[in-house]
């Protein structure tokens, strides 16, 4: 959940700096982005999880995991990010529809990639402790 609201903070701050409102597409914008934010940190806990059921220390769980899971979740991030660019800087016929929606994702995704590594891992290792409950596939049931 820490990832959906660092995607907010991010999708409004670019409506922000590049002066567009809050619209229907902007919303439909952050529904996506909420979507690809909680993929983003259930891949990492869910990892970091399976590291720790396997017997790996919190510590380097938290570690090992977010260096794994670095280039998966930022190619889904940055494919995403640079094929929405075109529609977020455009201004042509059309776009006034467009242009809120690739914006609020552009903005969302690139806060959430770099917030969610800095960010997420360094909460993980806060509130996890040793006697956590964890299945032998790291989900915790």
Known sequence: MVNVALARVGGVLALFLTGNN??????IGFLAVFGV???????????INQLRARGSSIR?????????RLRPIMMTALVATFGLL?????????SDSQRPLAIVIV????????????????????FARPDDKLGEDGTGD
């Open 86 to 94: 075109p529609a977020a800087f455009s201004h042509e016929i059309g």
């Open 107 to 126: 903005g969302g995704l690139i806060t959430d990639l770099v917030m969610g590594f800095f960010l997420l891992p360094t909460l993980y290792l806060w």
């Open 37 to 47: 934010s909680i993929q983003t940190g259930v891949l990492l806990v869910t990892y």
């Open 60 to 68: 380097d769980a938290v570690i090992e995991g977010s260096i794994l």
């Open 22 to 27: 809050f619209s229907v597409s902007s919303g």
